[in-house]
């Protein structure tokens, strides 16, 4: 059973997107995709100041199964990465929503993340 | 599309959260809770493997060890009631047919255990082979079931639930025994690089045997490990896998694995001509194992590059090593380039590969 909170945003390829209200957000992967990956090995991210097209890979996680690339599901420019994935990616296994964050982004259009999905809509994506 | 193939212990990994997989055509679990936490379980305390797909073949008769002894590269000769000998077999090319692991019981009397992915290809070529020997063939896959449990607290577990003495059991011997009332040959041996042992032991009692190495390995911190675990414990003890490190197109020799092909055993043997011939040669290729410093794992198949950034080989396996917290792996690469500077290229980063003499991890099997 996967767990998918209620006051995300979501893409169809398992991002999740935590809008702060200032014009930033939080971007990760959900706890349905860390748990299809298995134990997460290494996480690939962009550097601060890179900026993104929705849609664009911005990165790469890696576990022992496989290579999956990242989706950023909304556009703008990176303004911080954790850096806690460097040295303890499993984090993303334990936290997804948390602790294993990914980026934060300046977000071009405000807007943009309520394209995405809602829960409800995920939970039935996943299914 | 026709159904996987169950061990008896099926629904005891599902019911213990296990995630199935198809290995071999086989159902069996990758992992329970994490492939790196299991393995790092293994090495600090133990792991309790179901590997009862592998197949167990009796080969008996007083043309036994005469068969044997040109079925396989190692010396069976060497055998003496209560040992276990490691080989391969191979093709009249040198490739290898399977590695495997060969009992002797009592004199006209062997045990094989041979890989899964292999029973079919391995009966009938057995079978073949024994054309002209005074030996009877009995496959008997179906009648055993096979549990490892493998770690430093892997004796004191197994000690707890037996009446034998295991501290007669040295490495690469074998005795029968009981466990928690069920029939076992206790083999002190395993594929991890620890201590442990491998119990063979009736299908229909490997849900009792599990479930008493379960409740007695608990206080211990022993844990159920899957596959996913067992291959990067593998690796890092330097074992090959067969379809990885040897195959019908890589020899023992090309395998690093010379100490198993006894050319001077006084008997010719399926192969011999080509592996003296490649000893006499060198061999075109060989098997390196390699660590990066680096966290990205490196692929099978990943091409290897030379000095000069020409492709002199490809991965052959390839893992996170937990205990060493970087990739490790193994390659075919080319005999003329491995003393060279070889290097992977992974998503547009050039990664060089340190050359390892295997094990990676200093390996504490049994010391009696």
Redesign the interface.
């Known amino acids: 059973m996967s767990t998918v909170p209620a006051d995300l945003r979501y893409a169809k390829s398992h991002e999740w997107v935590k809008s702060a209200g200032d014009g930033t957000a939080t971007i990760g992967i959900t706890d349905y995709a860390q748990n299809s990956l ?2 997460i ?2 996480v ?1 991210l962009p550097k601060v100041g890179a900026s993104l097209a929705a849609g664009q890979v911005f990165g ?1 996680v ?1 576990s ?1 199964k496989a ?1 999956s690339d990242l989706y950023a599901p909304v556009a703008g420019e990176v303004i911080a990465i954790n850096p806690v994935l460097d040295s303890a ?2 984090t993303v ?1 334990s936290a997804p929503y948390d602790g294993g964050w990914m980026l934060k982004l300046k977000i071009v259009d405000a807007a943009s993340a309520n394209a995405l999905l809602d829960a409800a809509a995920y939970e039935k994506a996943i299914a | 599309m026709s159904e996987l193939k169950r061990t008896p212990l099926r629904d005891f990994h599902a019911a213990h959260g296990a995630r199935l997989v198809d290995f071999a055509g086989w159902e069996m679990p990758v992992q329970y809770r994490s492939i790196l936490e299991e393995h790092k379980a293994v090495r600090r305390t133990a792991g309790l493997f179901d590997v009862s797909h592998m197949g167990e073949v009796e080969v008996k008769g007083p043309g036994a060890l005469g068969f044997l002894n040109h079925l396989v590269t190692n010396d069976v000769a060497k055998l003496f009631p209560g040992r276990v000998l490691y080989s391969p077999m191979c093709y009249p090319n040198g490739g290898v047919v399977d590695d495997l692991l060969v009992y002797m019981r009592a004199p006209e009397d062997y045990f094989l255990c041979i890989n899964a992915g292999n029973i079919d290809k391995d009966v009938a070529w057995i079978n073949e082979q024994a054309k002209g020997f005074e030996v009877t063939i009995t496959h008997r896959s179906d009648d055993y079931a096979l549990l490892a449990v493998q770690g430093p607290a892997a004796c004191a577990i197994v000690q707890s639930l037996t009446g034998a003495k295991l501290d007669r059991i040295g490495y690469y011997h074998f005795a029968e025994g009981t466990l928690a009332g069920v029939q076992c040959m206790i083999s002190r041996t395993g594929y991890t690089g620890e201590d442990g042992f491998e119990l063979y032991h009736p299908a229909g009692d490997a849900q009792v045997l599990a479930e008493a190495l379960l409740a007695a390995g608990v206080p211990f911190g022993l844990e159920l490990t899957g596959l996913g675990a067992r291959d990067s414990l593998r690796l890092e003890a330097g074992y090959p896998l067969y379809g990885h490190e040897i195959t019908a197109d890589i020899s023992p020799l090309t395998a690093g694995l010379g100490w198993t092909v006894k050319l001077d055993k006084g008997v010719d043997f399926v192969g011999r001509d080509a592996l003296v011939a490649e000893k006499n040669n060198g061999a075109p290729n060989k098997v390196i194992f390699f660590k990066t410093g680096d966290r990205r794992i490196v692929r099978a198949e990943t091409p290897v590059l030379g000095a000069d950034g020409v492709a002199v080989g490809k991965v052959l396996s390839g893992t996170l090593s937990p205990v060493l917290n970087e990739a490790i792996g193994s390659a075919l690469v080319t005999t003329a380039s491995s003393t060279g500077a070889l290097s992977v290229d992974i998503r547009g980063t050039l990664i060089n590969l340190q050359l390892v003499k295997p094990p990676f991890v200093q390996l504490k099997k049994s010391s009696t």
């Open positions: 298995g134990d090995t290494y690939q790469v890696e022992v290579a990616p499993e296994n």
